[in-house]
T-cell receptor, first 112, second 116 residues
Framework: DAKTTQPPSMDCAEGRAANLPCNHS???????VYWYRQIHSQGPQYIIH???NNETNEMASLIITEDRKSSTLILPHATLRDTAVYYC?????????????FGKGTTLSVSS | ETGVTQSPTHLIKTRGQQVTLRCSSQ?????VSWYQQALGQGPQFIFQ???????GRGNFPPRFSGLQFPNYSSELNVNALELDDSALYLC???????????????FGPGTRLTVL
């Protein structure tokens, strides 16, 4: 079972920031937080990952709380192309055959 | 740099048949993972191959099998197809290694399999 909890759906106006929350209260010290998104019927797209520090790349920012029990993915200026299912995944490192365990994710709808 | 590619894009089979799906990993990646995604669900892990050896397996029956070749491309074979095998099959490649690490998995576009 997935170790994360996400709201099933969220709406965002085009041009505004989209803040997607994720709860991972049972996260272990050796587990990273990964975010992927999946646009309808395409393969999942990697967005960002982090351990305990906040991370930023060209796609998004990842904010992880100090106790690491939750995180927020921020898309700073959402566009219609950001409409997708967003998956938050915790994944251990240093473990052979490590799989990504997907939950149901959050369906983000961006409208004009 | 070439991304992960999969073939075919779509496939229709009948119950009881066998199917082979193919995946070419991203340049420089030596690990391939396969996932099954039923309609309306998140992807589920089938198995992973690292340097031609199975390196982890999810809760799938033995009729789901795989291969990885010296060039790190991979095949997923499914025997005795059932109606519930209808799904999007995803391949992901990564730098991998037996240590797991924090290697990021990059996905291909998937193969849509329909079993009638």
């Amino acid at each position: 079972d997935a170790k994360t909890t996400q709201p099933p759906s969220m709406d965002c106006a085009e041009g505004r920031a989209a803040n997607l929350p994720c709860n991972h209260s049972t996260i272990s010290g050796n587990e990273y937080v990964y975010w992927y998104r999946q646009i309808h019927s395409q393969g999942p797209q990697y967005i960002i990952h982090g351990l305990k520090n906040n991370e930023t790349n060209e796609m998004a920012s990842l904010i992880i709380t100090e106790d690491r029990k939750s995180s927020t993915l921020i898309l700073p200026h959402a566009t219609l192309r950001d409409t997708a299912v967003y998956y938050c995944i915790v994944r251990p490192y240093n473990q052979a055959g490590t799989a990504l365990i997907f939950g149901k994710g959050t369906t983000l709808s961006v409208s004009s | 740099e070439t991304g992960v590619t999969q073939s075919p894009t779509h496939l229709i089979k009948t119950r009881g048949q066998q199917v082979t799906l193919r995946c070419s990993s991203q340049s420089g990646h030596n690990t391939v993972s396969w996932y099954q995604q039923a309609l309306g669900q998140g992807p589920q892990f089938i198995f992973q191959y690292y340097r031609e050896e199975e390196n982890g397996r999810g809760n799938f029956p033995p009729r789901f099998s795989g291969l990885q070749f010296p060039n790190y491309s991979s095949e997923l074979n499914v025997n005795a197809l059932e109606l519930d095998d209808s799904a999007l099959y995803l391949c992901a490649s990564s730098l991998g290694g037996l240590a797991g690490g924090t290697d990021t998995q990059y996905f291909g576009p998937g193969t849509r399999l329909t079993v009638l």
